[in-house]
Nanobody, 126 residues
């Protein structure tokens, strides 16, 4: 499956953005998906996860209550709604996917994902 992330941009602190990750090549309904981010000079870190059905979700502590991951399998797309953005949220955001038929396993490590999008830049600045 090929992934295309979009929706990044420049936003003021306290603002919001919605990132999208569109899949092509295969249906996303058999894939668990996640968002990661990498800020300049820092390692890539886990942001949010959702299982293939969308019922299982996990958010990093740093974004819990502000970001929400969701998916629409009919549209083959995963979303990341980001509210109350902070300067420390600025990073390149990557979507990732992996085959998963169990639906009840949480994957939060980069090494657990085989398919990656190209990244979309989020800048938070006044």
């Amino acid at each position: 499956v090929q992934l295309q992330a979009s929706g990044g941009g420049l936003v003021q602190p306290g603002g919001f953005l919605r990132l999208s990750c569109a899949a092509s090549g295969r249906t996303l309904s058999n894939y668990a998906t996640a968002w990661f981010r990498q800020a300049p000079g820092k390692e890539r870190e886990f942001v949010a996860f959702t299982g293939w059905s969308g019922r299982t979700k996990l958010h990093a502590e740093s974004v819990k209550g502000r970001f929400t991951i969701s998916r629409d399998n009919a549209k083959n797309t995963v979303y990341l709604q980001m509210n109350a953005l902070k300067p420390e949220d600025a990073a390149v955001y990557y979507c990732a996917a992996r085959l998963d038929y169990s639906g009840d396993t949480y994957y939060t490590k980069q090494s657990e994902y085989r398919n990656w999008g190209q990244g979309t830049l989020v800048t938070v600045s006044s």
